[in-house]
């Protein structure tokens, strides 16, 4: 039988068979600063001085990093260039590995976001909270209305292709070939 005693609050004893071990061992605290959520997408790391790539899923994201599945994790400390892939929707970010379980999978740390993957990410975050992003608030509010003067159905169809392609629904080419049928 194992119990955990606690004595001060950063430090724990293991008791084994009703006796202590004599071991102590620091209770772990929490260090993330971003809430993380269940996300699964496709994840590649690249480390740019060898060229390495890893692939693999990730199981879960937050603002901060991502944990990814993989057999074949780099190790900790490794500075990569992430990509992470999920319908039609990507990031790109600069990372480092901070754990690394081998034959499991690795936790990465995002590193300098460029706005735009910032953007993305948020999105996505948003979407998994149930809500929209800041960021797509903002952008639909500086996005320019189009209106049709007659609303036709050909206008309101572009209006709503237009729509769906810009919320990632649709990818650019699929659009341009059912704008392209609307001519």
Known sequence: MMTQIAGDSNISQVV???????????????????????????????????GTKIHGRT???????????????????????????????????HGTVVYAVSGMG??????SIEPRQLANLKRWLGELRGESSPVELMEADRREVVTCPDQTRKCVLNQLIGELMR?????????????????
């Open 167 to 183: 919320k990632g629904i649709l990818d650019a080419s699929t659009a341009q070939e059912m704008l392209q049928k609307l001519v």
């Open 106 to 111: 690795m936790g990465l740390r995002f590193e």
């Open 16 to 50: 084994i068979g009703g006796m202590a071990s004599g071991k102590v061992k620091p209770v772990p605290t929490e260090r993330r600063q971003f809430a993380r959520y269940p996300f699964t997408g496709t994840f590649e790391a690249m480390e740019p001085n060898s």
């Open 59 to 93: 199981a879960d994201l937050s603002e901060g990093g991502c944990y990814a599945d993989t057999m074949s994790p780099l190790p900790a400390g490794t500075v990569v260039k992430v990509r992470i892939s999920k319908e039609n929707r990507s990031f790109e970010s």
